[in-house]
């Protein structure tokens, strides 16, 4: 067996673990918002059609922020097509996912749905079709308390109290050539400042997203960012970043090591913030908003493109069954999602329900928990406190597509008040198991309270509706403290996660 140290200081701190990093994504695509969190009718929907077996499960999660209504839905979305009398609300088609959208379900509803789930909302405009009119009426609507035509329609629409909406998108992947509306990065700077400096006007407490590239391997990605922001920097809280990774072929190595490139993203898009900010002597910080991010299975989308015809209502869209490896890989993208929290100070799993989604729901059937749901989960319910960042010493392996990396992935978390070190730890290596020691004399008395992690013979096990635990956490048998040393032999292709109580 190989063998890795972890180096673990209460000194060696990050930033404090941000609630937000632990945000999720609900677009009206596929099924994630029709026959996924709402679903009039099901046996577990309460009377306003929200499915309380999946609330029960996404409160389980530890989801604390949700970014709508998309994603490439909002850049053709009317947001008033979705509010007021249910029966007069338009069906229209939705040319993002070539579906037709009822807009049976809209803002009050998800706001409804946000207060049940106990999460923050994440509101997006559309800045693909529209602008800063559609984006200010939106506002005023949303969070405006009372006494204007708007917002006195939102209390007639039963909404008596304002959303108070803090944090909003200014569009949506609008570097993308599928995006509707598409622009240059100058064509979109020049909107998404206008529109940010008139929601400011609106309500200047306002956190705001600027859209940077829908994926590192844009051709226009660092030029693209630096033009909006060079436009917006004033104005805008935040820059976005997209990424998904999925298994190419049988090039396990690479995949289990998809977080190195999530981690270089991280730095490049930091490193282009801070260029501008430097071009404009600016001592204002642009943080990420890392609002959307994933395993996913696109190679089925990418070959077909979409389809010739108009789908109906809420087709099976991007449902794929998340496997053991999957599991390990989001495990890992948490951990470098944590390990950059002075930067990335927001984040959303795209997406929440069945598509690409931690939950799968069956229509009138039960719901169960994908692979993936647990490391985040694990995550969400231990990380806590301060983030620290381990200086790690381990071998390397050799991937395709990232190079020579370490493998170990790791990051930790010390929460003194709580007296609770938790340590998160990927072996990345596909075939091989290694061990790793950590001496914590730093934190004082050691204990081990919890150790859990996800690994299986089957690196391709899913859950099913038939056998929904199949993929679970399992004890961590091999963890241990001996004296104040942390010690355990991790599986290949695992992740695991080992709480501790120090004093
Ligand atoms: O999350 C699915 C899609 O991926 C979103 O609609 C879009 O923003 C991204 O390309």
Redesign the pocket.
Known sequence: MQDGKLSIDPAFTVAPVNRRTFGS?V?H?GRCVYGGIYEPGHPTSDDDGLRGDVLELVRELGVTAVRYP????VSGYKWEDGVGPVERRPSRLDP?WKTIETNAFGLNEFMLWAGKADIEPIMAVNLGTRGLTAALELLEYANHPHGTDLSDRRIEHGAKEPHNIRMWCLG??LDGPWQLGHKSADEYGRLAAETARGMRQLDGGLELVACGS?GRAMPTFGAWEATVLEHTYDVVDFVSA?AYYQLEGDDVASFLASSVNMDLFIREVIATADHVGAKLSSSKKINISFD?WNVWYLRELQQKGMPEEWSTVAPRLSEDPYTVLDAVVVGSLLITLLRNSDRVTAACQ??LVNT?GSIRAEENGPAWRQSIFHPFALTARHAQGQVLQPRVAAPTLVTSQHGEVCVLDSVATYDAAEERLVVFVVNRHPSEPVSFSSELRAFGRVELVEARMLWDEDLFAVNTMDAPDRVSPKPHSSAQVVGTALQAALPPASWSMIVMKVS
């Open positions: 994504f677009e695509m998309g994603g490439n839905f993002a949506n992947e829908s997209h959307e795209a997406q690409i």
